[in-house]
C-alpha cells in the first residue's frame, strides 16, 4: 500500500440519463434517487484511494436547488478532497443536462465521509491524499475545518476540542 496517493487517482465520473423510475409525482429526479447515486459514486472514488471495502459513515448537508427533469442526462464527479487515519472526505458534484436544448448547470454539491474497514468491518489505515491543483488545495485545508464540524454535529468531538473552529464556537 502506498503511503499517499494524488486526489486526482481517485476521480471518478458517472454519467445516466433520468428515466421514469427515478423522478417523482412531478417528472423530475426523486432527491433519494438522486442521494443514492451520489453515495455509489463517492463510494467508488473512496474505494479508488483507499484500496478498500468502505463504508458511509456520514454524508453532510445536501441541498436541493434545481430540478432535474426527465430525460436530463446527470453527471456525478466524485473525487477524494482529504484522508485522515481510516476516514477520507469525497466530494461529488452533480451537473444536470439537456443535451437537444444545450443547457448544463451544477445542481448539487455534496461532501460524504467513508471509512475503510477490513474484512470484519474494522477501521483500518489508509494513504494520504496529495491536493494537486489550486482548487484541490482549497478544499483539503477546508476538509480539516468540516471534518470538525461534522464530528461536532454527530456528537463524537467537543465544541473545546476544535481547533480550526474556536473562532466560530466563540472558544
Ligand atoms: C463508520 C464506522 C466504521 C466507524 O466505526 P467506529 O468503531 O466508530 O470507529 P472509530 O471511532 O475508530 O472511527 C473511525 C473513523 O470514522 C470517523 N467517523 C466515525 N463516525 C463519523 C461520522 N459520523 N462522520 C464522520 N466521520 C466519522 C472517525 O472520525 C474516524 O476517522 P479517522 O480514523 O480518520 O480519524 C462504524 O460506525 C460503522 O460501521 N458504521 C456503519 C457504516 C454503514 O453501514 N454505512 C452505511 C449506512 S446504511
Known sequence: ??????????????????????????GNLMGGNLMRMVDVVGAIAAQKHSNRIV??????NVSFEN??????VVT??????????????????????????????????AFLT???VDQSG?????????PETDRDKELYDAA???RQLRLILSGRMQPHDASELKAIFGL
Open 76 to 109: 456525478l464527479e466524485a473525487k477524494v478532497t482529504r484522508a485522515f487515519n481510516t476516514s477520507m472526505e469525497v466530494i461529488v458534484e452533480v451537473y444536470s443536462e439537456n443535451i437537444p436544448a444545450g443547457t448544463k448547470k451544477q445542481t448539487n454539491t
Open 114 to 116: 467513508f471509512v475503510a
Open 122 to 130: 474494522r477501521p483500518i489505515e489508509i494513504p494520504e491524499a496529495v
Open 55 to 60: 463504508v458511509t459513515a456520514s454524508i453532510d
Open 67 to 72: 430540478v432535474v427533469p426527465l430525460g436530463d
Open 144 to 146: 480539516l475545518r468540516r
Open 1 to 26: 500500500m502506498p503511503k499517499s496517493k494524488k486526489v486526482s487517482e481517485s476521480l471518478t465520473i458517472k454519467t445516466e440519463m433520468i428515466m421514469p423510475n427515478d423522478t417523482n409525482t412531478l
